[in-house]
């Protein structure tokens, strides 16, 4: 994976930028965007969102067959989840691909 970050997108939905902080007052959503480049076949990646170290989102996302994919997982933004974060992507047999750590905000 490379182009891993965690943003706001834009009003056209392109991931631009890089942040590690969120209010909830100003902010709607966070997005994880990232880019795979593998083999032409498609594959499955795990996002998993963790808050004080517990996972309470994932999200399986569809890689297709493409030399280098740009794809975004999103989080909805919650005043009772404010506090420190980590989003990792994991291969379809568990390796840790990446990670990136944020801060939201109330």
Do not use: M
């Not at 493409?66 to 379809?92: F, I, M, N, Q």
């Amino acid at each position: 994976l490379d182009i891993v970050r965690c943003i706001k997108t834009n009003n056209r939905g392109q991931c631009r930028g890089s942040k590690n902080g969120f209010s909830t007052a100003t902010h709607e959503y966070v997005h994880f965007c990232f880019r795979v480049v593998h083999q032409r076949q498609v594959e499955y990646v795990l996002v998993k969102w963790e808050h004080s170290g517990k996972v309470v989102r994932r999200a399986w996302v569809r890689i297709p067959a493409d030399h280098a994919y740009r794809t975004r997982a999103g989080l909805s933004l919650r005043k009772a989840e404010t506090g420190r974060w980590t989003v990792r992507v994991e291969s379809g047999s568990g390796t840790e691909l990446a990670n990136t750590q944020f801060e939201i905000k109330g």
